[in-house]
Nanobody, 115 residues
Framework: QVQLVESGGGLVQAGGSLRLSCAASGSIFSVNVMGWYRQAPGNQRELVATITSGGVTNYSDSVKGRFTISRDNAKNTVSLQMNSLKPEDTAVYYC?????????WGQGTQVTVSS
């Protein structure tokens, strides 16, 4: 089992910044990919960004150039720096980890961007 604990959500005005962090613990033998997804009310959960243990990143087109994902392999943490936030970025953000063929999810943290 892998446990994920997120932090850093909140309320911010459009154009502002927030940083999300996620700490993974438990049976992390070889963390392959870590990342963030988000889900807005009435919408499906969507990919925001992912990063492999080798540092290869992938971003959704909607956040490219504004968000930056990073990780610390030694501490099993992943972070998401979100700049130039827009009201459409408002959602619950979920930390995600893919380990040993299994997907694990955090409990979610709310990000609200006011216009």
């Amino acid at each position: 089992q892998v446990q994920l604990v997120e932090s850093g959500g909140g309320l911010v005005q459009a154009g502002g910044s927030l940083r999300l962090s996620c700490a993974a613990s438990g049976s992390i033998f070889s963390v392959n990919v870590m990342g963030w997804y988000r889900q807005a009310p009435g919408n499906q959960r969507e990919l925001v960004a992912t990063i492999t243990s080798g540092g290869v990143t992938n971003y959704s087109d909607s956040v490219k150039g504004r968000f930056t994902i990073s990780r610390d392999n030694a501490k099993n943490t992943v972070s998401l720096q979100m700049n130039s936030l827009k009201p459409e970025d408002t959602a619950v953000y979920y930390c995600w980890v893919f380990v040993m063929k299994y997907n694990y999810w955090g409990q979610g943290t709310q990000v609200t961007v006011s216009s």
